[in-house]
């Protein structure tokens, strides 16, 4: 048995912090700095949390080698299983030719790309957190961007900005009931909290979206969608959280966001000024994309994703409302079948299949004397969102009429494509659950909490920090949710805008999370370039974290205390 303890350096909660950030810091520097390959980097990274644990936290080995394993078998059960999924269903469309009928689809809108980074990275992606969430709307996004002429990394840099308002709702909810029950908060106040926080953040993504594609330019001539998606989506975020439903949040959220900018463009398309498309410049930044001038060329990638043939076609076919409606099939499959599985009947059946156990061998106490959370596995096999969507997979390829052996084909090709990203997932998940397990997360969380009534402005960066690690929001608030609250109370802070502010905080480090790094460089056929990715997101993940700590704070003041919901 192995008993944690979060100053192992003589008592000293400060040495012991400089040790245990040391995995996170050989993680981001071997990323962002010495632009090392993801499963690379994670891969090591993973050696020297696991040295941490065992020399410095006198962790047994055979205990830290088991923690490993068990955040690997998780990182792949449920979070790969749902992208692996999820990404099946875009390889059959592109197969059957309705990814690029989709893709007409959405340029019918507007072939402005300021106006499609809204609708497909900020909406449509949106949609894809609030069901399936983990990577999902990354994976399908970035390739969607690319289909239509987004050069790669450009697609990449959207998808991942845009995948960050939505996150504290994805997967219907998952991140909000996993806090309240590491918490003990109630449920609808800790989501209505968030509904108070993110919100804020809607309001911006897509001014930085539009100024993502066009600059400046791209702002002054596009702020009147930017403006309608980000009010559009924020209001009903609060609306939803606070008054309707949880689970229902960012799907109605995000249709009527979606809505709202159709709506407006075509009754007052955006003013615009001859703007270079990637096709002619901007695509020529990956060194990836071949000729064609499509941004999704070939590739020397194995089994990577390519750009529908259609993408170096005439964009003015007409399409049969037969072909449109299948092309958008798939993704109502998807939001039949998670709509019916919110039923409580179908809900209580499949759960039902669930078996909890605690890992075999793992045997680790917290200093109360009490088993860690994070021993307990879940396998709810059936009711997995990854499981959700083979099924959709499944019927998929039945209403496209694609052949058996083509389907699973498909599967083969997603497979080999994402698999360095499983490497990465799984092994970031495994460094993820070792720092956990050994007491490495409780000592950096320990110094942040050590702060005071400072504390409600470092309260988002734990959750940061957790995202930025585990590449999940429902897994930082597994990590730091119940620190936050224990910190709030000694701080006389209130442990529901903490505890909410958790989640609020995490979502701004889902952009920079290598995982999903590697997943959006993996779909756009980059992958060893996801350091320079990095560098184009980081700085927005600073500038948002910091307007979130400022937030908090003023929250947790009488300035915006008025905000928060009463416990």
């Not at 830290?64 to 790969?80: D, Y």
């Not at 980074?117 to 969607?144: H, K, N, Q, S, Y």
Request: net charge neutral.
């Amino acid at each position: 048995m192995y008993v944690q303890d979060d100053t192992p350096l003589g008592g000293s909660l400060v040495w012991s912090s400089l040790v245990a950030v040391l995995p996170l810091l050989t993680l981001f520097v071997l990323l962002g700095g010495l632009r090392v390959r993801a499963w690379l980097a994670s891969l090591i990274g993973l050696a020297v949390a696991l040295l941490v644990a065992v020399l410095a936290y006198r962790m047994p080995i055979d205990q830290a080698l088991l923690a490993g394993t068990e955040g690997a078998v998780f990182g792949f059960f449920p979070i790969l299983w749902i992208v692996i999924n999820a990404l099946w269903i875009y390889q059959m469309t592109v197969v059957t030719g309705h990814f690029d009928v989709l893709r007409r689809s959405f340029g019918s809108v507007s072939d402005d790309q300021r106006v499609q980074a809204v609708i497909i990275a900020f909406a449509f992606g949106a949609l894809l957190e609030a069901l399936a969430g983990f990577g999902t709307p990354v994976a399908i996004c970035t390739v969607m961007l690319m289909a239509l002429r987004f050069s790669p990394i450009k697609a990449a840099v959207v998808a991942l900005v845009a995948n960050t308002a939505p996150v504290a709702f994805g997967a219907i909810a998952v991140p909000i009931t996993t806090l309240a029950s590491v918490t003990g908060l109630p449920e609808d106040a800790l989501g209505a909290m968030v509904g108070r926080q993110t919100p804020i953040l809607a309001l911006f993504v897509p001014f930085v979206l539009v100024g993502l594609v066009d600059g400046w330019r791209g702002i002054r001539e596009t702020w009147p969608v930017a403006l309608v998606s980000g009010v559009v989506f924020g209001v009903a975020q609060f609306a939803t959280s606070n008054y309707l439903s949880l689970p229902l949040t960012d799907i109605i959220a995000a249709l009527l966001s979606a809505g709202a900018v159709v709506l407006l463009v075509r009754i007052r398309p955006p003013r615009r000024a001859a703007v270079a498309t990637d096709a002619s410049s901007d695509v020529r930044e990956s060194v990836t994309v071949g000729s064609g001038g499509t941004g999704g060329g070939a590739s020397d990638e194995p089994g990577a994703p390519q750009a529908p043939d259609g993408a170096d076609h005439d964009d003015h076919t007409r399409d049969s409302r037969r072909d449109v409606v299948l092309a958008y099939m798939p993704y109502l499959i998807v939001i039949v079948l998670f709509s019916i599985q919110q039923i409580p009947a179908v809900d209580d059946a499949l759960g039902a299949t669930t078996t909890k156990f605690n890992w075999p061998g793992l045997n680790v106490m917290t200093e109360a004397g009490k088993p860690v959370s994070t021993q307990a596995f879940t396998l709810n096999w059936l009711e997995s969102a990854g499981t959700i969507l083979l099924i959709a997979g499944i019927l998929t390829a039945l209403v496209l009429r694609l052949r058996p052996g083509a389907a699973v084909a498909a599967y083969g090709r997603t497979l080999v494509q994402l698999r360095t990203a499983i490497v990465t997932v799984m092994a970031v998940l495994a460094l993820a659950y070792v720092m956990n397990t050994s007491g490495q997360t409780l000592t950096l969380g320990g110094l942040l909490a050590g702060t005071g009534g400072f504390f409600a402005v470092l309260s988002p960066v734990l959750g940061w920090l957790g995202v930025a690690v585990t590449g999940s929001d429902t897994s930082a608030n597994s990590l730091f949710g119940s620190l936050q609250v224990t910190a709030a109370r000694g701080a006389g802070l209130d442990p529901i805008l903490l505890a909410a502010a958790n989640s609020s905080g995490g979502v701004l480090g889902k952009m920079i999370s290598p995982q999903n790094l590697a997943i959006a460089a993996s779909a756009v056929a980059m992958s060893g370039r996801e350091g320079e990715i990095l560098r184009r997101v980081l700085l927005w993940s600073l500038v948002f974290l910091a307007g979130m700590c400022v937030l908090v704070y003023l929250q947790s003041t009488p300035v915006l205390g008025w905000m928060v919901v009463p416990g």
